[in-house]
């Protein structure tokens, strides 16, 4: 079968998590992505680390399947190739600061001017409008800002996910924007102009917690790996360490305390009957649990625990979960080609049964700019000459002539 978005092409100024992550996403659907970067570095995110056999991890994460274009959008010439490639694409993307698009000739009034068909998507940390449309925003700020980081971490101190949790939120609503848009087009042939906000999509995300402070006007604690409306839903000791357990109704809370823990007089205990009863004598509960928990190895409980339905998991550390049996059995790692050696990648979440994401390569940076500028008709030896345009070092350019193909 051909790949979803075989045939479309989107061109995103971009950098960082949240945009990158938008585009790579309609790559490993079959989009072909163009990736516009500054000459002096590229984006910003290569630089981040060198992680990955000399390329930073991030950056590896984030754009396989792209073709890298450095080029100077300060430059005339240079907005003249970028604006060629945007005129025969499906798809515009950036990122950049709120307003700096409109000021270098790409915001979404001029070019849909010319192609009302363009679909196009300017991504910002507060939005279009409002008084902090031209803050600086960061993931660690916008999750301050969202009060993400007010129920993250423990009663005692507080703390900012582990991973950008704002700038993905902000990139998988990015992506399904223009799926949704490219399905009307299709319909209708008119394109669209749309606006994701990284402090939208946290607060989105913030769920039962929002509403939770909406209608009762309590702010939610932060409960660490417990949950503020579950229990017994937290981390319990073992006679060799640690295992997580979740009970998330009360047949639940029978089978645990009759077939996994051997304590059926807890069974119906009037403190433990129901969950709001176990919600609202927590530190009872817990106890009671953890006290027999104790008295197991890990394995051995985590093994009774699958056998009776009982939701539970062990922590996984990072070295654990890259050799985790249910990725290697299931064949999720491929390999993808990076600027000095291979490197694993996941396959996307979703599984198509009659397709695989093609998971291209990651580019250097300016791999692909000999051939972009030849596409956009321009004379590639004299921008490059020039220094409005650079081309990666690492490749040779004259192999790189031919425009890519999909």
């Known amino acids: 079968m051909n790949a979803p978005l075989e045939g479309f092409t989107v061109?995103?100024?971009?950098?960082?998590?949240?945009?990158?992550?938008?585009?790579?996403?309609?790559?490993?659907?079959?989009?072909?992505?163009?990736?516009?970067?500054?000459?002096?570095?590229?984006?910003?995110?290569?630089?981040?680390?060198h992680a990955v056999h000399g390329t930073a991890a991030h950056f590896v994460w984030l754009n396989r399947g792209k073709e890298s274009l450095a080029i100077d959008l300060k430059a005339p010439q240079g907005r003249a190739v970028v604006h060629e490639l945007i005129g025969t694409a499906d798809v515009f993307i950036q990122n950049l600061a709120p307003g700096a698009a409109a000021r270098l000739g790409f915001g979404a009034d001029e070019l849909r001017a010319a192609r009302p068909e363009l679909v196009v998507v300017n991504m910002s940390g507060f939005g279009n409008g409002g008084p902090m449309r031209d803050r600086k925003s960061y993931d660690m700020l916008i999750q301050?800002?969202?009060?993400?980081?007010?129920?993250?971490?423990?009663?005692?101190?507080?703390?900012?996910t582990g991973i950008p949790t704002a700038d993905i939120a902000t990139g998988m609503y990015c992506a399904q924007s223009v799926l949704a848009a490219l399905l009307r087009r299709g319909r209708t042939g008119e394109g669209a102009t749309i606006d994701v906000s990284m402090l939208d999509s946290t607060v989105e995300w913030l769920g039962h917690a929002m509403y939770t402070q909406m209608y009762t006007g309590v702010q939610p604690p932060r409960m660490g790996v417990s949950h503020i409306s579950i229990a017994p839903y937290d981390r319990y000791p073992t006679r060799d360490g640690q295992i997580l357990i979740g009970v998330q109704n009360d047949r639940g809370w029978q089978t645990l305390v009759n077939s996994v823990l051997d304590i059926p007089e807890m069974a119906d205990d009037p403190r433990?009957?129901?969950?709001?009863?176990?919600?609202?004598?927590?530190?009872?509960?817990?106890?009671?649990?953890?006290?027999?928990?104790?008295?197991?190895?890990?394995?051995?409980?985590?093994?009774?625990l699958a056998a009776a339905g009982i939701p539970a998991a062990q922590v996984k550390q990072m070295a654990q979960v890259v050799d985790h049996p249910q990725l290697v059995e299931r064949d999720r790692w491929r390999t993808v080609n990076t600027e000095h050696a291979t490197a694993r990648a996941l396959l996307p979440p979703s599984t198509f049964e009659d397709f695989?994401?093609?998971?291209?390569?990651?580019?250097?940076?300016?791999?692909?700019?000999?051939?972009?500028?030849?596409?956009?008709?321009?004379?590639p030896d004299a921008l490059?000459?020039?220094?409005?345009?650079?081309?990666?070092?690492?490749f040779d350019s004259s192999a790189l002539d031919a425009a890519p193909t999909r």
């Open 272 to 304: 433990f009957a129901t969950n709001v009863l176990r919600v609202r004598n927590r530190g009872e509960c817990d106890s009671v649990v953890a006290e027999r928990t104790a008295t197991f190895t890990t394995e051995a409980l985590d093994a009774k």
């Open 384 to 394: 490059l000459r020039d220094g409005v345009a650079a081309q990666s070092s690492a």
């Open 11 to 49: 061109v995103a100024i971009e950098q960082a998590v949240a945009a990158p992550l938008a585009t790579r996403n309609l790559a490993d659907l079959g989009a072909r992505v163009i990736k516009i970067e500054r000459t002096d570095g590229g984006d910003l995110a290569r630089g981040y680390d």
């Open 144 to 160: 301050a800002e969202s009060g993400l980081i007010s129920i993250t971490g423990t009663p005692d101190e507080p703390a900012k």
């Open 356 to 379: 695989e994401a093609p998971m291209g390569d990651v580019p250097a940076l300016g791999q692909h700019t000999r051939a972009l500028l030849i596409e956009a008709g321009q004379d």
